[in-house]
T-cell receptor, first 112, second 112 residues
Framework: QKEVEQNSGPLSVPEGAIASLNCTYSDRGSQSFFWYRQYSGKSPELIMF????GDKEDGRFTAQLNKASQYVSLLIRDSQPSDSATYLC????????????FGTGTRLKVLA | EAQVTQNPRYLITVTGKKLTVTCSQN?????MSWYRQDPGLGLRQIYYSMNVEVTDKGDVPEGYKVSRKEKRNFPLILESPSPNQTSLYFC???????????FGPGTRLTVL
C-alpha cells in the first residue's frame, strides 16, 4: 500500500460545478496535510493546509480532514477552467520526522 | 521578491560526469528540501535540511549528496550521474518543517 494515495484522474467537471479531490494516507500518526496545485510545466504551489479534523475553508477551496478514516479531501466550488491542473496531496508523518510524502496527484479538467 | 531559485534550469550531461544543481532562498527559511518528479511516481523527497549543517535522507537518497553550509543555500550534488537520475528536480523551502513549502522553478536533468 502506498503511503499517500490519490486517484490519478483525469477528473472532468463542468465549469461552475464542485470538484472533489480525495487523498488517503496510511500512517495513522500523520500530523499535517497539504494540498498543492501544479500547472503543467510549472512548480507546485500551496493551496491549503490542514492540521485538525474537520473542514477548513479559504475562498472557493475547502479542505476536509478525517483522521479516523485517514483521508483528506479538497473541494473546489464554482470550478473555473483556470483550475485545470494537477492537485498534489502531501502528508507529514508523525511528530519527530520532517519528511514530506506526496501522492502522485489527481489531474483536474474543468470544461468550459 | 521572496523566492527560491535553482540553477541550471535545464541540463544535459553524460553518465559519470559530476554535477551540482544549486538552490538558494531569500526568505530566511530554516527548512530546505530536494525532490525529484517522475511520471507516475509523483514527487519524491531526496534529502532535506532542518538547518545549517543538519541534513537527513528522504525516500530516494541513493546517488545524491547535499550540504548546507549557509542558511540560504542547499546544493544537490550528483557525484556520478546515471541515466536513471534523468528527472525533473525541485528545491523547496519552508520557515520550519513541517509547514507550507515554497518551490523553486525546477531543473530538468537528462543523463545520457
Amino acid at each position: 500500500q502506498k503511503e499517500v494515495e490519490q486517484n490519478s484522474g483525469p477528473l472532468s467537471v463542468p465549469e461552475g460545478a464542485i470538484a472533489s479531490l480525495n487523498c488517503t494516507y496510511s500512517d495513522r500518526g500523520s500530523q499535517s496535510f497539504f494540498w498543492y496545485r501544479q500547472y503543467s510545466g510549472k512548480s507546485p504551489e500551496l493551496i491549503m493546509f490542514i492540521y485538525s479534523n474537520g473542514d477548513k475553508e479559504d475562498g472557493r477551496f475547502t479542505a476536509q480532514l478525517n483522521k479516523a478514516s485517514q483521508y483528506v479531501s479538497l473541494l473546489i466550488r464554482d470550478s473555473q477552467p483556470s483550475d485545470s491542473a494537477t492537485y498534489l496531496c502531501a502528508v507529514n508523518p508523525p511528530r519527530g520526522t520532517y519528511k514530506y510524502i506526496f501522492g502522485t496527484g489527481t489531474r483536474l479538467k474543468v470544461l468550459a | 521578491e521572496a523566492q527560491v531559485t535553482q540553477n541550471p534550469r535545464y541540463l544535459i550531461t553524460v553518465t559519470g560526469k559530476k554535477l551540482t544543481v544549486t538552490c538558494s532562498q531569500n526568505m530566511n527559511h530554516e527548512y530546505m528540501s530536494w525532490y525529484r518528479q517522475d511520471p507516475g511516481l509523483g514527487l519524491r523527497q531526496i534529502y532535506y535540511s532542518m538547518n545549517v549543517e543538519v541534513t537527513d535522507k528522504g525516500d530516494v537518497p541513493e546517488g545524491y549528496k547535499v550540504s548546507r553550509k549557509e542558511k540560504r543555500n542547499f546544493p544537490l550534488i550528483l557525484e556520478s550521474p546515471s541515466p536513471n537520475q534523468t528527472s525533473l528536480y525541485f528545491c523547496a523551502s519552508s520557515f520550519e518543517g513541517p509547514t507550507e513549502q515554497f518551490f523553486g522553478p525546477g531543473t530538468r536533468l537528462t543523463v545520457l
